[in-house]
C-alpha cells in the first residue's frame, strides 16, 4: 500500500522569506501522480501543484515550486516570497496510474504560519 | 460554473440517526470521492465513484453507503450514526487521468 509521510507538523516563516515544505512516500508503482494542497482555515481544500513522476522536470506555480527526487521518494514543496495568505495546512498527496488511480493518499499534513 | 456543491455545511445528528451528505458537480466530472478528516490523520477515502452507476469502497467505507445515478451526484449515506463518525467530510471530482481532484467545501458532522 501506498504511504505518504509528512515529518513536519509545524513550519514557520517570516514574509517574504523561503521556506520548504517535505514529503516523502511509498510505492511500488513507477508511474504517479504527486500533489500539493492547502487548506486555510476556511476549510477548502485548493490545489497548489501536481507533478507527474515521468516528468523529470519540477513543477512550479508562480511562487510555488517542487524538488521531486523519484529515486529517493522525496516531493518537497518550496514557497517563495511568502505571504499572509500562504498560511494554511498543506497536505502532500499521491496518486497512481492504474489500480490506485481513483484513490489520493494524503501526508498527515505540514501547518504553516507565516510571521511578519 | 459552481464546481463541487455540498450540503450541508453543517449537522449535528444523535447517536443511530440516519441521513444524506450531498455532492453535486457541474463540470462532467467521471470521478468522484468521498473523503474525511480527523485530528492529525489527513483525509481517509471512504468511497469512490469512476462513473455512472459504478461505485466502489475506499479505505474507511463501514457504515457508510454511496450511489451514482448520475454523473453529477454522489451521495454519502450514514445508515447508523455513531459518535466516531463525527467527521468534516469532503466530496472531490475530476475529469481524466491527469487531473487533481476539485473539492468541496466540506461539511462538519457531530454525532452526539
Known amino acids: 500500500a501506498q504511504t505518504v509521510t509528512q515529518s513536519q507538523p509545524e513550519m514557520s516563516v517570516q514574509e517574504a522569506e523561503t521556506v520548504t515544505l517535505s514529503c516523502t512516500y511509498d510505492?511500488?508503482?513507477?508511474?504517479?501522480?504527486l500533489f500539493w494542497y492547502k487548506q486555510p482555515p476556511s476549510r477548502q481544500m485548493i490545489l497548489v501543484i501536481r507533478?507527474?513522476?515521468?516528468?523529470?522536470q519540477n513543477a512550479t506555480e508562480n511562487r510555488f515550486s517542487v524538488n521531486f527526487q523519484k529515486a529517493a521518494k522525496s516531493f518537497s514543496l518550496k514557497i517563495s516570497d511568502s505571504q499572509l495568505g500562504d498560511a494554511a495546512m498543506y497536505f502532500c498527496a499521491y496518486r497512481g496510474f492504474t489500480g490506485t488511480a481513483s484513490k489520493l493518499t494524503f501526508g498527515t499534513g505540514t501547518r504553516l504560519q507565516v510571521t511578519l | 460554473n459552481a464546481g463541487v456543491t455540498q450540503t450541508p455545511k453543517f449537522q449535528v445528528l444523535k447517536t443511530g440517526q440516519s441521513m444524506t451528505l450531498q455532492c453535486a458537480q457541474d463540470m462532467n466530472h467521471e470521478y468522484m470521492s468521498w473523503y474525511r478528516q480527523d485530528p492529525g490523520m489527513g483525509l481517509r477515502l471512504i468511497h469512490y465513484s469512476v462513473g455512472a452507476g459504478i461505485t466502489d469502497q475506499g479505505e474507511v467505507p463501514n457504515g457508510y453507503n454511496v450511489s451514482r445515478s448520475t454523473t453529477e451526484d454522489f451521495p454519502l449515506r450514514l445508515l447508523s450514526a455513531a459518535p466516531s463518525q463525527t467527521s468534516v467530510y469532503f466530496c472531490a471530482s475530476r475529469k481524466g487521468q491527469g487531473d487533481g481532484y476539485t473539492f468541496g467545501s466540506g461539511t462538519r458532522l457531530t454525532v452526539v
Open positions: 507533478q507527474e513522476a515521468y516528468k523529470q
Open positions: 510505492t511500488s508503482e513507477s508511474d504517479y501522480y
